[in-house]
């Protein structure tokens, strides 16, 4: 038991030693600063990754409003990289092999100016999920934050309370120290609380422009999907299936026809 109660003793020396670091007023403020400015910097960098993520999606869209004709074998070859010396991110590289996976399912037309025919839709071909255009570990930041804010908030909490400790057994039965520490107390108690604000409100407004990004994201996906269907024409099995039951009806209604 003597080796487990020290080793107990030893983690209860490290928390308190870090908790007694949180001591006074100004500790909080400082640390709140520092929540803030993480967010700030955490925000800028997702936004830059992100834009990033959606550049090649945007660019395979913008050339195809540019051309604004057909899609045809010939402008496919010129839409495996729009622009080669551009500096795409991760991304990119899975992006480039979905489109290219895309072009290589089209049936062209015999005739060069023939549009191209795909057999599945654009829509799931060409998904968000499918470009990999998702948020990734920017999603656990918001819980993160609240999750710092009230750790420190806990480890300020219990160097306040060791402090006022030591402020009551050192004033004795005098009532006006007593009640001086018990003022301190709370005074430095309160303080601690603005770091799990921080905390919280880094979280909102980290919440927020993750559902900026997230709309943003379909935006992208959606524009790409949609400028690709206006450009050829979509035969999946299911319909393929349908036209050559009508064309086997069309033909026994003509047999019947000559027939008769």
């Given at each position: 038991m ?8 030893s ?29 700030a ?54 992006q ?106 880094g ?50 209604d ?7």
């Open positions: 003597r080796p487990m109660a020290s080793i107990g003793a983690f209860s020396e490290i928390i308190l030693g870090l908790a007694d670091l949180l001591k006074g007023t100004s500790a909080p403020g400082a640390v709140a600063l520092a929540l803030f400015v993480a967010t910097a955490m925000m800028l960098v997702a936004h830059v990754t992100l834009l990033r993520a959606c550049s090649y999606p945007r660019d395979l869209t913008r050339v195809l409003k540019r051309e604004q004709r057909p899609i045809t074998r010939d402008l496919v070859d010129g839409l495996h990289m729009p622009l080669p010396k551009r500096n795409y991110g991760f991304a990119s590289a899975r480039m092999r979905v489109w290219s996976a895309f072009c290589d399912e089209l049936l062209y037309a015999r005739e060069p100016s023939g549009s191209a025919a795909s057999p599945v839709e654009p829509s799931q071909a060409l998904s968000r999920e499918a470009l990999g255009l998702r948020l990734g570990v920017w999603r656990i930041v918001p819980g993160t934050l609240v999750g710092v804010g009230l750790v420190l908030t806990f480890l300020g909490l219990i160097a306040a309370l060791r402090e006022a400790g030591v402020s009551i057994t050192a004033s004795g039965t005098d009532p006006e120290m007593v009640k001086q520490a018990l003022s301190d107390l709370l005074t430095i108690a309160s303080a601690k609380f603005i770091m799990s604000l921080a905390g919280l409100t979280s909102i407004v980290f919440g927020v422009f993750l559902k900026f990004w997230e709309v943003r994201l379909d935006i992208v996906a959606t524009g790409l999907s949609d400028e690709v269907r206006k450009r050829l024409d979509v035969v999946t099995p299911e319909r393929a299936l349908q036209q050559l039951l009508a064309s086997s009806l069309r033909q026994e003509l047999l019947k026809a000559a027939r008769s």
